[in-house]
């Protein structure tokens, strides 16, 4: 729980911090970037290597996972999209 908590605190953080509609380059949105890295591993520390068998805890520290990295392609996209100057050049 603490690792999900870390991950979409550090998403929403990164979301006010990027202004998004307005695309402001800025690079304090480094710390929620290491902030989600450090919650997703916290995450990954819950998978039982041990244990052979799968069952619905697996399935809910894998969805979590599964979480843990589309936020974590989300704050790199707010961190790098500004400085990406020939996706947002008109024609």
Same mark, same amino acid.
């Given at each position: 729980?603490?690792?999900?908590?870390?991950?979409?605190?550090?998403?929403?953080?990164?979301?006010?911090?990027?202004?998004?509609?307005?695309?402001?380059?800025?690079? +304090? @949105?480094? &710390?929620?970037? %290491?902030?989600?890295?450090?919650?997703?591993?916290?995450?990954?520390?819950?998978?039982?290597? =041990?244990?052979?068998?799968?069952?619905?805890?697996?399935?809910?520290?894998?969805?979590?996972?599964?979480?843990? +990295? @589309?936020? &974590?392609?989300? %704050?790199?996209?707010?961190?790098?999209?500004?400085?990406?100057?020939?996706?947002?050049?008109? =024609?």
């Amino acid at each position: 729980m603490r690792g999900s908590v870390l991950v979409l605190l550090s998403l929403a953080g990164a979301y006010f911090l990027s202004d998004f509609p307005n695309a402001r380059p800025t690079l +304090l @949105l480094i &710390i929620p970037t %290491i902030v989600v890295f450090i919650g997703s591993a916290d995450t990954y520390r819950c998978v039982r290597s =041990r244990s052979h068998q799968w069952d619905l805890y697996h399935a809910g520290v894998l969805l979590m996972l599964y979480m843990d +990295l @589309l936020a &974590i392609f989300l %704050i790199l996209f707010l961190l790098l999209y500004p400085y990406m100057l020939w996706l947002t050049s008109g =024609r």
